[in-house]
């Protein structure tokens, strides 16, 4: 079995999920009472969200390069970013790490191919959802990306990097995006709706909303790290 690095604390209560549902799911695998292998450096999600939201891409990439650097270092064979943000730089990472890095952008892209959907709304920070790492991914296979508007958008960042980041989940908030989302299966006919953000499906524990699919993001990398894992 191999090591998994995580690059988790971006943000901390979506570290815990990753780390709670590989290990559930590893032993549903593997009922022999072992656990699985995995090494967590927990870094700072103020500075990741600060230099993306200033655009210093570069200075991010290398605060994340050296993140993975640890987890190389303390014997990981394998790494992901426990968050979706950091995907902005990902491409950059990939090529100058050390470990074999699984991305949540190719796995919810196929998650969301298998399901036979081509129009899908994105929600997450405003760094993922004006981003172009999801629409890029997702068009070279044939899917649209459709994020909500830009008052929405307003909303769904400043709830996420309030409220959820930070543990808090209320039920107001719960209720308006599922409002942003049935709004968004009328006027853009989207199909689908991927909780691009780690934390949303804290508060969006739900499998449908209005007859619409959420793609929970992080159990999709959860899954594809596992299948690396155990391969």
Same mark, same amino acid.
């Given at each position: ?87 902005? #730089? ?8 050390? &470990? +074999? !890095? *699984?991305?949540?952008? /190719? ?82 006919? #989207? ?8 934390? &949303? +499906? !804290? *508060?969006?524990?739900? /499998? ?24």
């Amino acid at each position: 079995m191999k090591t998994l690095g995580i690059v988790g604390g971006i943000g901390p209560e979506s570290t815990i999920d990753y780390y709670r549902s590989i290990v559930s799911r590893y032993r549903a695998k593997r009922p022999d009472g072992s656990y699985p292998s995995i090494i967590i450096n927990s870094i700072d999600v103020n500075r990741v969200l600060s230099l993306a939201g200033s655009n210093e891409l570069n200075q991010l990439t290398d605060y994340l390069l050296g993140a993975i650097q640890k987890l190389a270092a303390a014997g990981a064979d394998i790494g992901l970013l426990a968050s979706n943000t950091p995907h902005v #730089v990902f491409s950059d990472l990939r090529r100058q790490s050390k &470990l +074999p !890095l *699984i991305s949540i952008v /190719e796995a919810t892209c196929q998650e969301v191919r298998n399901r036979g959907l081509n129009n899908v709304s994105l929600m997450g920070t405003r760094f993922t959802m004006s981003g172009r790492f999801y629409p890029e991914e997702f068009e070279r296979n044939g899917i649209t990306v459709v994020p909500p508007s830009g008052e929405e958008q307003a909303y769904i960042h400043d709830k996420y990097v309030n409220e959820l980041v930070n543990g808090i989940f209320l039920p107001e908030t719960r209720k308006h995006l599922y409002e942003i989302i049935a709004t968004q299966k009328v006027r853009d006919h #989207v199909q689908g709706v991927i909780l691009g953000g780690t934390e &949303l +499906p !804290l *508060i969006l524990r739900d /499998e449908t909303v209005d007859g619409i699919p959420l793609f929970d993001t992080t159990q999709i990398h959860v899954a594809a790290a596992l299948a690396e894992m155990l391969s």
